[in-house]
């Protein structure tokens, strides 16, 4: 795993670890926890046209950047737990989706996004 | 940023370009598809104990790894659109977590979980 | 409770009852389903423009209805738990908010949406 | 569409068209609100056990019913915006869930919870 991705890992083992909340974070409770982080960023979002997303206020990116953070880290810690390799895991699954969507066919047309 | 994100980074900002699809990737837009990727990372979990959420069989755990791997693709996508440094954030918010928890305060009452 | 709700809140039981699946309806896990069920919706909306979100084609419609049947089956679900009326906690939050956001007051303006 | 239902539904069209808000209620963003909410119902339960979510203490199981009003609200919205009876939606899966599962046939065994 990444080294960056590797020292977060062990720090919020630490963190855990030294709060005693190790105990309440099953992957169960962790992937409600990381859902609910993901619900926040949906929130700053939701009433904001896709134009006036792309192009947030300071304050407003501080927020994103905050919440963004949240679903990383509860996103690694998930992952610890179950012992699997972020990186490595989202390599595999950016291959899949190479094969499945091959350039050539689905550019232009881009029928995932417009079979509605 | 980590040198493997940073790749995963530009791999999947070249996946989405060659596909013509970056017209699609609003953070709005990935906002709703991250907490749907997230969402069945929960679909994984609903029905089962905690006890059983970190004993999962290999078939299972396969299939939670490419959930996990999901959401990290929407993650790094939805920080790249906003020209967001995914480990920063997170070493940022982690700091904040240290001094809003302090391990002498709240090990064993762990009142942030227990207030209920 | 409507009388209506009241008659799918009692079928419900009697699906979970004749079952046996009441074992695994605590609100906990049924919060989960229903979370779940939501992100199924928004999967439906994600690379949708908000004017295509409101022109569906019948089979995306019948598709969409079928995701806004499963959320208030659960929705009825973790409410019947709690011993909550889904009604009346409505009606009291409608009220709430009538006087959180007088009409002549954030009329126009409608900050709560626009202060981004 | 139940009696009770229909009410709510009037009520919040008048609360949003009072407020000019109408303009922010397309199904894609009324989709985003509703699992916003859904989630704040999550993070209620995420840190408790399952026995622990079905015995709430009387301040958190009003604000579990805040959360479930919420999610009734936006429901009854995304619903009138679609023109969906969400009733009869309702009693057309549960019809549908009845043959997919027969009684005889998961009772005892209850697979779909526990193939895991």
């Given at each position: 795993m990444s080294g960056d991705i590797e020292q977060l890992k062990l720090r919020l083992r630490e963190f855990a670890a030294v709060r005693d909340w190790?105990?309440?974070?099953?992957p169960k409770n962790l992937s409600m926890a990381l859902i609910a982080e993901a619900a926040e960023l949906v929130e700053h979002f939701q009433w904001l046209t896709e134009a006036q997303s792309t192009d947030l206020k300071p304050d407003k990116l501080a927020e994103v950047e905050a919440e963004l953070a949240d679903i990383f880290i509860y996103l690694i810690r998930t992952a610890d737990k179950l012992d699997i390799d972020l990186v490595a895991a989202a390599k595999k699954k950016i291959e899949h989706n190479e094969q499945k969507y091959p350039a050539e066919q689905v550019r232009g047309s881009a029928k995932k996004y417009t079979e509605y």
């Open positions: 190790d105990q309440f974070h099953s």
